[in-house]
């Protein structure tokens, strides 16, 4: 993490897209100090007046105040290129370049799960939270709930980690070390005490306008393996945590509830029109994510020795090449198999444990 690195998210008419572009053409915000304006211009195709202002530097001042405020008040930073970056955010086309977090970075090496939902959560959704975070705690020590320390199924998801002994991550839309809402400054240091992390990627100098916490929420779903939709109106913001984590690929999840509550009909929705998987317990998260864990209703891994390979098997296991994680339309591709019949082969082959499924309908070999 350098003065470049922070200098590069306070540059103009980049963005976090154009920012990871730059990034992915000259490896580091060093390298991209170092080029001049013509390859600037040349090689990365930026427009002349930005490749001018990156060559002359021209947001290295401000970024300096800024290093030197996160200094005064004991705010972190970490750059994409660190290795504590979190992982799976890393993935995202839009990733914020710059994370500033208060407490242990540790917490981003966990298992992290995104939950969230309304800020008017009843009394079921604050029971199915802790249902949940308890049962997932006992499946996966090392699961990370993350969410967005709002009002409702945010605060309750983040009070259950704590009640059950996990590392938590929330994510604001405000730059630190303020907390909002103001009244989750208490959970907000309970959460730190405990070895989690609150989390922003706005600078000081961020000016609120009240456009936050949509781009906040692809933070939410990107650092995370799937989201968990708790409980959420039709218009819930949360909901827009379910699409961000659709489209980098991740698992939806949604908890269902009374056909006649306003308050879940998002969350019966995302389920109704097969958007989200539906989950009613931390078994059913796991069995979604494609844990493989010895719990009842966790779909056993069977030794490849008791299991005879097909030629189609042989086949679709060919697409797989090592190291690789192709989707479902990809394979069929690949193998020239109908999608009715490669479904079927694909479960044959998990069974078989020769292949386990990722978030996003992805599958890597074993």
């Not at 572009?21 to 490896?27: A, E, F, H, R, S």
């Not at 839309?173 to 240091?189: E, F, G, K, M, V």
């Not at 006649?260 to 958007?275: C, M, V």
């Not at 090592?322 to 479960?347: F, H, K």
Request: with cysteine; aromatic share 4%; charged share 25%.
């Amino acid at each position: 993490m350098t003065i470049d690195d922070i200098a590069l998210t306070l540059q103009r008419g980049l963005g976090p897209k154009g920012t990871a572009y730059l990034l992915d053409i000259m490896g580091s915000a060093e390298a991209i100090y170092s080029a001049g304006e013509e390859e600037l211009v040349t090689r990365c195709e930026l427009r002349r007046d930005i490749a001018h202002d990156i060559a002359a530097k021209s947001t290295h001042r401000q970024a300096e105040d800024e290093a030197r405020y996160i200094y005064r008040y004991g705010i972190s930073a970490i750059a994409s290129t660190d290795p504590e970056y979190p992982p799976l955010l890393r993935e995202c086309s839009d990733y914020p370049h710059v994370l500033y977090f208060m407490g242990d970075a540790a917490a981003f090496e966990g298992r992290a799960v995104a939950m969230v939902g309304t800020r008017r959560a009843t009394q079921y959704g604050q029971r199915m939270c802790d249902r949940l975070v308890c049962r997932l705690s006992e499946l996966e020590p090392c699961i990370v709930p993350v969410s967005g320390l709002a009002y409702g199924i945010d605060a309750a998801v983040a009070r259950a980690a704590l009640q059950h002994g996990l590392r938590t991550v929330a994510v604001i839309a405000n730059p630190l070390p303020d907390i909002t809402p103001a009244q989750h400054r208490d959970l907000s240091r309970d959460i730190i005490a405990h070895g989690g992390a609150i989390v922003t990627e706005l600078h000081s100098q961020t000016k609120q306008n009240g456009s936050l916490f949509i781009p906040r929420n692809r933070i939410i779903a990107g650092m995370s393996e799937g989201t968990v939709v708790i409980e959420t109106p039709l218009k819930g913001g949360s909901l827009s945590t379910a699409l961000f984590a659709d489209s980098y690929g991740r698992a939806v999840m949604a908890v269902p509830g009374r056909a006649d509550d306003k308050f879940s009909a998002g969350a019966n929705a995302l389920i109704t029109e097969r958007r989200a998987a539906m989950i009613c317990t931390g078994d059913d998260i796991a069995r979604e994510l494609g844990w493989h864990i010895s719990v009842p209703g966790i779909i056993p891994k069977r030794e490849p020795a008791q299991t005879p390979v097909t030629s189609d098997e042989q086949t679709l296991l060919s697409c797989i090449g090592a190291g690789e994680s192709p989707d479902m339309e990809t394979l069929s591709e690949r193998s020239q198999i109908p999608a009715g019949q490669l479904a079927a082969l694909l479960l044959e082959l998990e069974l078989a444990g020769l292949i386990r499924k990722l978030p996003g309908q992805r599958y890597e070999r074993v």
